[in-house]
């Protein structure tokens, strides 16, 4: 967490977690699925769900979004992102060393 503010590094781990939990080996996890989980999961600070300047969302719909966009998971090789014609906004598939990488802290907290 940097400067009392959730950070894509910081939303890794509860990631991979979710996508192992509540996704489907093929398919993986919808974006939109992953999303709400993970702001269940995490205790959100003040600053993030502080509101961004000009739109509807908190701080914390942008880390999530960025780590979407900046392909985090992908990048580090836990994840590919996959994208379809059932799935509208796409889904994370985990990889072998996502599978192996699922921290057993996150596991437990989210059961």
Do not use: C
């Not at 269940?40 to 942008?62: M, V, Y």
């Not at 979407?68 to 985990?94: I, M, N, Q």
């Amino acid at each position: 967490m940097v400067n009392n503010r959730t950070s894509e590094a910081d939303l890794v781990d509860p990631a991979v977690a979710i996508i192992a939990m509540f996704g489907d080996v093929e398919n993986g996890l919808e974006i939109a699925v992953l999303g709400k989980k993970l702001r269940d999961a995490i205790h959100p600070t003040e600053f993030d769900l502080l509101p961004l300047k000009g739109r509807k969302d908190d701080r914390l719909s942008q880390v999530i979004r960025n780590l979407v966009s900046h392909r985090t998971l992908e990048r580090r090789g836990l994840a590919t992102y996959r994208k379809g014609e059932a799935l509208t906004r796409g889904s994370y598939v985990l990889t072998e060393l996502g599978r192996a990488s699922v921290k057993s802290s996150w596991a437990k907290r989210l059961k």
